[in-house]
């Protein structure tokens, strides 16, 4: 009777060893979840430097799907995401307005530059955004959009509103060429063309093939550049990792977090500067 007693017992330890180490990878791969972006967030290298942070805090893994701010957002309302971390504020406000997200939360902030041939053959170094974008137009010097629905995408194209040109009109021509690509894509498509382009100064921070391009015109207030993140609705997608989602968010926007993306810079430079606490960011 004891030796059937001890093999008896002697199986369940095995058994139970059997199950933990075949449960304990799927319990460990739970704990991770999806967040949606934009490129700049993770083409700037933002990302690279932040998560490690959050996950040696955490233990949670962030995936990132990286995209334009539009599609990003398209991706939280499919529920194929757990957070948005996107910058556009009013497609954000409407994305919490439709029940899709729960509550936007500032996060940080940069600026759009433009940027173009060093040549500057349209001549507008200098001068304030919306002049050179007349003046771009006027001379029919390229210009090259992402044309994706971004963050950047949506702010260039409010850009040629205030400047009275109707780039999906009537004022369209052979200088402005839409490409449905990301940041990075646009500026390697300007490098290639001596083309202008808009873009966020982070990513063109972290940019390495430049050629001939540089800073045109700059520190203009239409250049201002929010980002806000969002946590997913699980009362629309009950599958959303709402707890480990809200840490992510919560975590962005402590003192912690805050410093973290404020600690990256490249050659010096600080890319994004945090404003979670800044009323109306």
């Known amino acids: 009777m004891g030796a059937f007693i001890a093999k008896l017992w002697t199986g369940l330890v095995v058994a139970t060893a059997a199950t933990l180490f075949i449960a304990s990878p799927a319990l460990a791969q ?71 997200g729960v509550k936007r939360f500032a996060v940080m902030y940069n600026d759009f530059i433009l940027v173009g041939p060093k040549s500057d053959p349209a001549g507008v170094k200098g001068s304030d955004i919306v002049k050179a974008f007349t003046t771009i137009k006027t001379k029919a010097a390229p210009f090259i959009s992402r044309g994706d629905r971004s963050g950047t995408h949506a702010a260039e194209l409010a850009l040629w509103k205030i400047a009275n040109i109707d780039v999906a009109g009537t004022d369209k021509g052979p200088w402005y060429k839409e490409i449905g690509q990301g940041m990075g894509a646009a500026l390697n498509t ?24 540089d800073i045109v015109v700059e520190r203009d207030n239409k250049l ?45 430079q600080q890319l994004f500067f945090p404003n979670a606490t800044v009323p109306g960011a």
């Open 30 to 100: 739970d704990k991770s979840i999806v967040v949606s972006s934009t490129t700049s967030t993770q083409d700037s290298g933002l990302f690279g430097h932040i998560l490690p942070i959050f996950k040696t805090k955490t233990g949670i893994d962030v995936k990132v799907i990286s995209q334009g701010t539009g599609q990003a957002l398209d991706t939280g309302r499919r529920g194929d995401a757990d957070v948005v971390f996107v910058h556009a504020k009013p497609q954000e406000e409407k994305f919490v307005a439709d029940g899709a």
């Open 190 to 213: 300007a490098s290639a063309s001596n083309a202008y382009v808009l873009t966020d100064r982070g990513t063109w921070l972290s940019f390495k093939n430049r050629g001939d391009l």
């Open 224 to 268: 201002f550049n929010q980002y806000g993140v969002i946590l997913v609705n699980p009362a629309k997608h009950p599958h959303v990792k709402a707890a480990l989602g809200q840490q992510f968010i919560d975590w962005l926007v402590s003192v912690e977090g805050q410093k973290a993306i404020a600690d990256y810079k490249i050659n010096g």
